[in-house]
């Protein structure tokens, strides 16, 4: 095992370079001077050159670069031209509402993925086996932010039930401890607020994690139909064990495996469709930052941002790597 994570940490080391490197260069051969491109006619010639200066822009590009790599694997991401605030200000006010999205939506995601898609295996080529792959291509195929507009008409304004945006009602935001309302609402407690701040997650994470949740139902049903046909099971049933202990135990565990590493990949995918679902719902996360700086057009902003990003989904997919390879015996630590 502790072979196999160095292993996992030396390619690592060039990947981050990679990333780090085609996030800098394609900012840098958009069009336009970043100052220029966010400022306009707003400030004058004497300000822009002072802001080139104090970001480093007047430099040559390698050692913009250097500087660059260097800041960011130090923990400096820059600071927004915009609002001249250090990125990571913006990182450590903002993550804890993107996080606290992505792992309810990840919830989300498995229930509904295990579920339809275990289900779709048991009865297969019955009604209910062709409803589970059609409502997995739908919820794969359909757009986040039109999703999410459908259960606002729904859920808000039809029947009342959920408010349309935001992270929490005023004056109940919880005494922050972590960040992620729900658990300091738990850790303090309060009731009231928790009670808001599930209302509140309800839909965007609800709707994010349907969409990722069509993937898992069809990778779900593959693997499952693959373990009920394998020979340890066809020995459960033939012990006379209940198809119930038979489909639970034996089968869906032995499906589940494959499902760890893909899920590790959908979280990904589940960043990313945080920045539409953040802007569809108001959600105050990295992500409606992201968009506000992308709006504003913050260069140095946006590429801290995407930084960010990056060497966060590099420090997770290692994670499932990982723990993959504890969980699964058929990968090798050599």
Known sequence: MRRYLLTRLALTAPLLLLLLTATFVLLRVAPGDPVTATLGDRASGERVTELRHTL?????????????????????????????????????????????????????????????????????????????????????????????????????????????????????????????????????????????????LALPAVTLGLVIGGVLVRLVRVNMLQALRSDHVEAARARGLPERAVVLRHALRSALVPVVAVVGLQFALLLSGAVLTET??????????????????????????????????VAVSLLIDVVSAWVDPRIRYS
Not at 283 to 288: D, K, S, V, Y
Not at 292 to 312: E, K, S
């Open 56 to 200: 480093g822009l007047d430099e040559p590009l390698w050692r913009q670069y250097g500087a660059y790599v260097g800041g960011a694997l130090h923990g400096d991401f820059g600071r927004a031209i915009t609002t001249g605030t250090p990125v990571w200000t913006t990182i450590r006010q903002k993550f804890p509402a993107t996080l606290e999205l992505t792992i309810a939506a990840l919830l989300v995601a498995v229930a509904v993925g295990i579920g339809v898609g275990a289900a779709s295996a048991r009865y297969r080529d019955t009604p209910l086996d062709v409803a589970g792959r059609v409502l997995g291509i739908v919820l794969y195929a359909a757009p986040i932010f039109w999703l999410g507009i459908l259960a606002q008409l729904l859920f808000s304004i039809h029947f009342h039930w959920l408010p349309t945006g935001g992270r929490t009602a005023a004056f109940f935001e919880p005494r922050h401890i972590t960040g992620l309302f729900t658990v300091d609402s738990v850790l303090t407690g309060n009731g009231a607020a928790l009670w808001q701040a599930l209302r509140h």
């Open 280 to 313: 569809t719902f108001n959600w105050p996360g990295l992500g409606l930052s992201l968009f506000h700086f992308l709006g504003d057009r913050d260069y140095t902003a946006v590429q801290g941002l995407v930084t960010f990003y990056a060497l966060f989904v």
